[in-house]
């Protein structure tokens, strides 16, 4: 084999080699990170919401105040079987809906991320692998195209309130978004007003469950 037949056939050898070694790391590092981790199920989430009175909690509280004709129908009473229900309601649909096409779900240490899509005023909000261990991350919806904000930290960037308004129309609260409305999700009342239904309630829990185990809640968080 002469000098010329030689250069290309290593550049090959070594081209397979670290194509090789790239799946090999991409399968087997997070075998190392996360074999200390354990997995939650929904229902430790939960139970461990309601615990530590997370803002998810005490969003789920208020959705439940905002709404009690919706929320009694679909979900009975806030405790932890029905924030359960609604957190595998509302990740059922989130996923279904291809919400993850254009929205992220994790925070990388480059290009001001943590400024762009973290906690507004702190700094060190880079996602970590812990968070990314339990149910609702299975499988993991990092994403790759941001349409949309990444929506890691969401739990401490809009309220239950301004959520609403944006599922149903996103020109409302977005004015220029080119993410559609979501009016399925919404019912009329007896009064005939616009409402979350099952799978609005769901999908709202779910969203603004989104980092709030980042967030330290305020004494309005709790809604006694």
């Known amino acids: 084999m002469g000098k010329m037949e030689r250069f290309p056939f290593v550049v090959l050898v070594a081209g397979l080699l670290f194509f090789l070694f790239a799946d090999f790391i991409s399968w087997a590092l997070p075998i190392f990170v996360l ?4 997995m939650k199920k929904v229902s430790d989430l939960a139970a461990e919401a309601k615990a530590k009175n ?8 208020r959705i439940a105040m905002y709404y009690p004709e919706q929320f009694k ?23 279904a809906e291809g919400c993850w096409n254009c929205h992220s779900q994790m925070i990388r240490p480059v290009s001001n991320e943590t400024l762009r899509f973290g906690i507004p005023g702190v700094s060190n909000t880079v996602s970590y692998p ?3 261990q339990n149910e609702l991350q299975a499988p993991v919806l990092w994403g790759t195209k941001r349409i949309g904000p990444d929506l890691i930290r969401e739990a401490a960037v809009h309220n239950v309130d301004w959520h609403v308004a944006h599922l149903y129309d996103p020109q409302t609260t977005s004015p220029g978004s080119n993410m559609p409305g979501y009016p ?6 007896k009064n005939g007003n616009i409402v979350p239904n099952e799978r609005g309630i ?3 829990t779910y969203i603004m469950w989104l980092g709030s185990w980042e967030v330290k809640p305020t004494k309005e968080w709790a809604l006694k």
């Open 130 to 132: 812990s968070e990314y």
């Open 184 to 189: 399925w999700y919404f019912e009329k009342d």
């Open 73 to 95: 129908k679909y979900y009975g009473e806030v405790n932890e079987k029905s924030f359960e229900k609604a957190l595998r309601i509302g990740h059922r649909w989130y996923v």
């Open 35 to 38: 074999k200390d981790i354990p």
């Open 202 to 204: 769901g999908l709202l």
């Open 54 to 61: 997370t803002s998810a909690w005490a969003d789920f509280e």
